[in-house]
């Protein structure tokens, strides 16, 4: 089947812990993108990207970092510096401007 | 800049019952316009997607939305409610002059009364 998987579904960081969080997908589409979401607030967008070895910040990039080594992988690592991790994390993936997501992430600290 | 507004935190409305969720944008290019549906705990699955054209569109489960760009909105609508339609519901916009990243409003959680 065609999708978007992300795993884990719980992922609990300690204090000063970076934490990795994986996308993959095997819809053969170009842009990848991560958003955090948090209760009344909405998808907010973390990094993007358009193509394989490129990526953008996104409105709320400080404390994370991301990788594009394969076109079907887009990981998201939440640093020490991130100070307020805690929430659902959302990776999507798009073709011709429709983006469909993955079933997300719960990160909570420990 | 460009902003998604979903006036309405909470709507609740009677099994069998019209809804129409509302959505109003800002946005300073040609808009694509969204309508995604979140079950608790889980992702985003797309309802409805405005390009261009026919500004009246269908969706999944029963759903359509109309594209008003006088008023700038986009609101959902379906005649008859199921309990299952209970969850919470994204509007987002996206343009090809910005690189096709959505911006989604806050979300509207549907409660859904028997």
């Known amino acids: 089947d065609g999708g978007i998987t992300q795993s884990p579904k719980y992922l609990f960081r300690k204090e000063g812990q970076n934490v990795t969080l994986s996308c993959e997908q095997n819809?053969?589409?170009?842009?990848m993108y991560w958003y955090r979401q948090d209760p009344g607030q909405g998808l907010r967008l973390i990094y993007y990207s358009q193509i394989v070895n490129d990526f953008q910040k996104g409105d709320i990039a400080e404390g994370y970092s991301v990788s594009r080594e394969k076109k079907e992988s887009f990981p998201l690592t939440v640093t020490s510096a991130q100070k307020n991790p805690t929430a659902f994390y959302l990776c999507a993936s798009s073709t011709t401007g429709i983006q469909y997501f993955g079933a997300g992430t719960r990160l909570s600290v420990l | 800049a460009q902003s998604v507004t979903q006036p309405d935190i909470h709507i609740t409305v009677s099994e069998g019952a019209s809804l129409e969720l509302r959505c109003n944008y800002s946005?300073?290019?040609?808009?694509?316009l969204f309508w995604y549906v979140q079950s608790p705990g889980q992702g985003l699955q797309l309802l409805l997607k405005y390009f261009s054209g026919d500004t009246l569109v269908q969706g999944i489960k029963g759903f359509e939305a109309e594209f008003k760009r006088s008023q700038s909105s986009f609101n959902l609508r379906k005649p008859s409610v199921h309990w299952s339609d209970a969850a919470e519901y994204f509007c987002?916009?996206?343009?090809?002059?910005?690189?096709?990243?959505?911006?989604f409003g806050a979300g509207t959680i549907l409660r859904v009364k028997s």
């Open positions: 819809l053969n589409h170009d842009a």
């Open positions: 946005y300073g290019a040609t808009p694509y």
């Open positions: 987002a916009v996206g343009a090809a002059e910005y690189g096709n990243k959505l911006v």
